[in-house]
């Protein structure tokens, strides 16, 4: 059984059963500490299994963790914007021994968007320098906060609060000084999971739970649609009583019906002597609104995670342009945003506020923001034009024309 087979499987073992220390069955075992409870490891599994079972709640995390990995991420000089080499270049570049820098990325986004948080474990020697980085699942970290003050009287990160993880049956203390946990905002803060982020997922089981049902009616209305009507013998004798169907007519019409269908080998007209009456039983799937209801639900989804309804693939009649603008803000309105927050976080991890250099993530590269790259191109020219002639008729000094040229971040 495989990794995420075994979560799916609680749907059938429970997850009781699942979080049972003796369930060893492979290599599956679940973090239970002080501040874990059945509760918590119950809405993680949920919502690790909204993202495998429901295919629009995967199509719009993937749809972010692709387009997050998109980034340039790069470790520049803070005056020139140039890329620099330090030891923490290599580890951007390749984090671990066996994700790239882009598959790094596209996992540690996926437990943003599904958990509500990352957890970045940097592997260092003792008295040496980081020389690896790793993204933790989750579902395996949980953190120790109690015995310790209010977290508002707290001025650093409070000794007392221990990162622990689960793995193959072992629960292993993690240096905090190793950590960097990023994580949702939220509003519900208690005094034993202060640090613990929310998943976006929380706010959405509603919608989520729509989709689940609308798939399951139908995915019974094809599986178990039964007989398509009924055609019955609607001859009166004397009496003006209906005639009912003998064996041997009920067989005979109904392999005569059988040649009938929309093939090119059938029939698609009946013609017949007997007088029969058309009962129709089917259920007509577009008095429900299914669809409706999941493109409604899928639309909020889109909402709550910052992505533009535009951009998925069922969607008819959008136009290039209305795409090629979606995109744009899908990227300006959230990705930059959310990369320039996770940037900042790991500049903060690094201490590079008193280094001449820090780590930026970029997105200028792509084919969208071509356009934009072309515009700032044109004004650099004219800008310097401007202000070359303006400093060698001597109304600029050198200091004034550098400023100039800062205002668009050029020389810094």
Not at 301 to 306: E, L, Q
């Amino acid at each position: 059984m495989g990794f995420f087979d075994k979560f799916k499987s609680v749907k059938k073992t429970g997850v009781a059963a699942v979080l049972n220390p003796g369930y060893k069955d492979g290599d599956f075992m679940f973090p239970l500490s002080p501040a874990n409870s059945l509760s918590w490891a119950s809405t993680e599994l949920t919502h690790l299994l909204n993202y495998l079972e429901v295919p629009e709640v995967a199509s719009i995390i993937n749809m972010k963790a692709r387009a997050f990995a998109n980034m340039k991420l790069q470790t520049v000089s803070k005056t020139t914007g140039l890329p620099v080499k330090v030891n923490e270049s290599r580890i951007l570049n390749n984090p671990n021994y066996f994700q790239s820098q882009k598959e790094f990325l596209m996992q540690t986004k996926l437990f943003q968007e599904i958990f509500g948080n990352e957890v970045l474990y940097f592997l260092r020697g003792v008295g040496m320098p980081v020389s690896d980085m790793f993204t933790l699942p989750p579902l395996f970290v949980d953190i120790d906060e109690m015995g310790r003050q209010p977290y508002w009287l707290e001025r650093d990160f409070p000794e007392a609060v221990k990162y622990h993880i689960e793995w193959n049956g072992q629960r292993m203390a993690l240096n905090t000084d190793d950590i960097c946990h990023i994580n949702n905002a939220k509003v519900k803060i208690l005094p034993d999971d202060v640090y613990w982020g929310e998943s976006v997922m929380k706010a959405l089981q509603a919608p989520i739970s729509n989709i689940r049902a609308a798939y399951e009616a139908r995915n019974v209305l094809i599986e178990n649609r039964g007989a398509l009507g009924i055609l019955s013998n609607n001859s009166a004798d004397g009496m003006g009583a209906t005639i009912p169907l003998d064996g041997e007519e009920k067989t005979s019409l109904q392999n005569d019906f059988k040649k009938y269908g929309v093939t090119k080998k059938q029939w698609q007209i009946i013609i017949t002597s007997l007088n029969l009456k058309w009962q129709q039983m089917s259920i007509d799937a577009d008095k429900l609104k299914l669809f409706e209801e999941v493109k409604a639900d899928t639309e909020q989804i889109c909402d709550a995670y910052g992505v533009p309804f535009e951009l998925l693939s069922n969607q008819k009649g959008t136009t290039f342009e209305n795409r090629k603008n979606a995109e744009k803000m899908f990227y300006t309105g959230t990705i930059i945003p959310e990369a320039e927050e996770w940037a900042g976080a790991i500049n903060r991890k690094w201490d590079t506020e008193g280094k001449s250099w820090e780590v930026r993530a970029t997105f200028e590269h792509l084919d969208i923001f071509s356009e934009n790259q072309r515009e700032r191109a044109q004004s650099i020219a004219v800008l310097i034009n401007g202000l070359s002639k303006a400093f060698t008729d001597g109304v600029l000094t050198v200091d004034e024309y550098k400023k100039e040229l800062q205002k668009l971040k050029i020389g810094m």
